[in-house]
C-alpha cells in the first residue's frame, strides 16, 4: 500500500487539557512518498493541524518537504475516554493546584461551573485536591472549598449520576484520610446556619448546603472517627460540645418566622433524617434523641406541617427508633403532634402514615419493651383516631382504609393494662360511656358494610380477634 498525503492530531493541548470531543477538520499534507514512510514526529509536529474556520491559507517552514494540501481535507470525530485526563481547564487548575497557588481561588470557583460529565470521571482526585486545599489554606479558601464540595456531592443527586454515589461512598469509607477535615466543615457550616438565621433574603446556595447535608455529614464523622483513632479518643468531649453547637444552629433556622427562610427551613426538615445514621457512630441514641426532639420543637405549630410530617416520617424508619430509650424521649412529641394534625383534613393522610410506621415497629420483636409507647398512643391518639374513623364512614372519605387500619392495629398492639390506663384516665363516666358507644358503632359498622375486601383474609382475621 502505497501512501500519498498525512494528517496529524494532537492529543494534548497547550493548556494541558486533552482533546475536546466532537468533529475535528484537519490538514492534510503532501510528502515524498519515500520520505512518508520514514517520517519523525519533530518534522511536523509543529505546524498546524485543524483547518482555520476563516478557510486562511496555512504556511509552512520554507524549504519544507511536507506541504499542506489545498483540495484535501479529513474529517474526524473523537471521544476521549479516560479517568487521568481531563478537557476542562478549571478542573485541571484544581487537580494540579500546587503549581499555580495564586490561581486557586479562580479555579476553585471555576470548578463549580464544570459539568457533571466531566466531574464524576474525576471523584477521588478532586476530593483529594478539595480536602488537601482546605487542610492547607483553610483561612484563605475554606468556604470556596466548602462550596465546591457542595455543588459536587448536589451533582450527584441528580438522578443523571445517582449511579456514582457508590463511588463517593466507597471513596469516604475506603480512601478519605481528612483526620482533621471535620474541624474546618463544621465551622463552615456553622457559619452558613448563622448567616440564615440573618439573611433577609432567599438564598438558593443554603438550600443546596441541605440538600448537600448527609455526605456532609459523613465526611464530618468518618474525619472525626479518623483522627479519634490517630489520638486514642482525644478531644471527644470537645467535638460533642461542637456538635451540640452545630444543632443549636440548625434550631435557631427553624425559629425564623421570615417567609423569606421557608425554601431553607423546608430543605433542612427534607434532609435531616439522612444524617441520623452516621450521627448515632459518635452520639448515644438517648443524647441525639434529645437533639431531634428540640429541632421538630422549635417549629412553630402552623408552619412547614407538610414537611414537619415528612421528617417525622423520616425519623420513625430510622434507626434511632428502634432503641427503647430514644424512642421513650421522641414519642410524647409524635403522640402530641400527630393529634393536632390529625384533625386537619389536608394532613391527616401523611399523619396515619407515621401513625402506621410506627405501629409497624412496635410489634416488631427487636425493639425492647414497647408497654409505655403503646400507652401514649392509646392515651393520646385512640379517641382522635377514632374520631377520625366515624368521620371516613359517614362522608366515604378515601382514607378509610388507611385510618381503620390504624384503628385496629392500635387495639391489636393494647394489652388488659393499656385498657385499664385508658379507663382510669376517662375524665368522667359520661365520656367514657360515649366512647365505648362510638367503639361499638364502628364495629358495628365495619361488620356489617365491610371496611376491607373479602380475599384480605390475615386483615379481617385480626380485626375479628381485636373484636372478640
Known amino acids: 500500500l502505497k501512501g500519498f498525503d498525512m494528517a496529524f492530531i494532537p492529543l494534548m493541548q497547550d493548556d494541558g487539557t486533552t482533546l475536546l470531543d466532537g468533529e475535528h477538520s484537519l490538514v492534510m499534507y503532501k510528502c515524498d512518498p519515500n520520505l512518508l514512510n520514514k517520517l519523525d514526529p519533530s518534522m511536523y509536529v509543529n505546524m498546524p493541524w485543524c483547518v482555520p474556520e476563516s478557510g486562511a491559507a496555512i504556511h509552512t517552514q520554507k524549504g519544507s518537504r511536507i506541504t499542506p494540501s489545498r483540495d484535501l481535507k479529513l474529517k474526524i470525530r473523537s471521544l476521549v475516554c479516560s479517568t487521568k485526563l481531563t478537557q476542562n481547564v478549571d478542573l485541571l487548575g484544581l487537580l494540579k493546584w500546587r503549581q499555580q497557588p495564586e490561581k486557586l481561588e479562580e479555579n476553585l470557583r471555576g470548578t463549580m461551573r464544570v459539568s457533571g460529565e466531566e466531574v464524576v470521571k474525576f471523584l477521588q482526585d478532586t476530593f483529594d485536591a478539595l480536602f488537601a486545599i482546605m487542610d492547607q489554606y483553610s483561612e484563605r479558601s475554606g468556604r470556596l472549598v466548602f462550596q465546591c464540595l457542595v455543588t459536587i456531592i448536589k451533582l450527584l443527586n441528580d438522578r443523571k449520576f445517582e449511579y456514582f454515589r457508590s463511588v463517593l461512598d466507597a471513596y469516604i469509607q475506603k480512601h478519605f484520610s481528612g483526620a482533621m477535615a471535620h474541624e474546618k466543615l463544621m465551622t463552615q457550616l456553622k457559619q452558613c446556619l448563622d448567616e440564615a438565621v440573618t439573611r433577609t433574603n432567599a438564598d438558593q446556595s443554603q438550600v443546596k448546603i441541605m440538600q448537600a447535608l448527609q455526605y456532609i455529614f459523613k465526611f464530618i464523622i468518618t474525619s472525626r472517627l479518623l483522627y479519634s483513632r490517630a489520638t486514642r479518643g482525644k478531644g471527644e468531649q470537645q467535638f ?10 440548625f434550631n435557631c433556622v427553624m425559629i425564623v418566622k421570615d ?3 421557608l425554601a431553607f427551613q423546608a430543605a433542612a426538615l427534607q434532609h435531616f433524617a439522612t444524617i441520623i445514621g452516621e ?3 459518635v452520639m448515644e441514641p438517648d443524647e441525639f434523641a434529645v437533639i431531634i426532639k428540640g429541632f421538630i420543637d422549635c417549629i412553630p405549630m402552623n408552619r412547614l406541617i407538610k414537611f414537619k410530617l415528612l421528617c417525622m416520617g423520616h425519623i420513625v424508619t ?19 403532634q400527630l393529634a ?6 389536608e394532613h391527616a393522610g401523611k399523619c396515619f402514615d407515621v401513625l402506621g410506621d410506627i405501629l409497624k415497629l412496635l410489634q416488631r420483636k427487636d425493639v425492647g419493651i414497647v408497654d409505655e409507647n403503646v400507652l401514649e398512643i392509646v392515651v393520646t391518639l385512640l379517641p382522635v383516631v377514632l374520631h377520625r374513623v366515624r368521620m371516613c364512614e359517614r362522608y366515604s372519605s378515601s382514607l378509610s382504609g388507611q385510618t381503620v387500619t ?10 388488659e393494662s393499656h385498657y385499664r390506663e385508658f379507663l382510669r384516665a376517662s375524665l368522667t363516666k ?3 360511656m360515649e366512647f365505648l358507644l362510638q367503639c361499638l358503632e364502628v364495629f358495628h359498622n365495619m361488620v356489617a358494610h365491610g371496611s376491607f375486601p373479602r380475599d384480605w383474609i390475615t386483615m379481617l382475621m385480626v380485626f375479628n380477634q381485636v373484636v372478640m
Do not use: Q
Request: proline share 2%; hydrophobic share 45%; aromatic share 12%.
Open 240 to 249: 460533642k460540645h461542637r456538635l451540640c453547637e452545630l444543632f443549636e444552629s
Open 259 to 261: 417567609d423569606a427562610a
Open 279 to 281: 450521627v448515632l457512630k
Open 318 to 336: 430510622n434507626d434511632i427508633f428502634r432503641f427503647e430509650e430514644s424512642r421513650h424521649i421522641l414519642m410524647p412529641l409524635f403522640t402530641r
Open 340 to 345: 393536632l394534625y390529625m384533625k386537619h383534613e
Open 406 to 415: 390504624c384503628f385496629i392495629a392500635i387495639l391489636h398492639v393494647m394489652n
Open 430 to 432: 359520661e365520656d367514657l
